[in-house]
């Protein structure tokens, strides 16, 4: 009996301690993103005809959120997540214009997601983890595109 009375406070310290970092981190984010500004990019294109942009993934934000790249150009994509508990990804799902991945963002560790755009448009990007009941991360602000142009 002990042993349960032991394990159900562990647990609801647990939930407590989440949920007060759930709701901190989501405070920081107000402060450093709640203007939901469009931050625009344009790859560099190097010497070796890729074109590169670096893009982070916060809490609930990409920076930059909109890239520019050029069509039929080789493009890669440097991603890295802020840091912060909350886990987060980067989704582009438009096979149609050559661009279909999913890569999760880790602090820790850079990501380069190469892919060459072979449709002029705009494309949507987005973070689709969501924890339970609230706001998925594309709702909370997470979101952004990736412009291919002539």
Not at 130 to 136: A, G, H, N
Request: aromatic share 10%; glycine share 8%.
């Amino acid at each position: 009996m002990r042993f349960v009375r032991s394990g159900v406070m562990a647990l609801v310290l647990l939930l407590l301690f989440g949920f007060t970092a759930f709701g901190q981190e989501a405070k920081e984010e107000k402060h450093d993103h709640a203007t939901g500004k469009e931050k625009r990019m344009v790859a560099t294109l190097g010497a070796d005809g890729i074109q590169r942009a670096e893009v982070i993934g916060g809490e609930y934000y990409f920076d930059p959120n909109y890239i520019i790249v050029r069509v039929n150009k080789p493009v890669e994509l440097t991603v890295k997540k802020a840091e912060g508990f909350v886990p987060h990804n980067m989704i582009v799902n438009a096979p149609e214009a050559g661009m279909d991945f999913k890569v999760d963002l880790d602090a820790k560790k850079t990501e380069v997601v190469k892919f060459t755009p072979t449709k002029v448009g705009t494309y949507p990007m987005i973070c689709d983890k969501k924890l339970l009941w609230f706001k998925s991360h594309k709702e909370r602000g997470m979101e952004g595109m990736i412009d291919v142009v002539e």
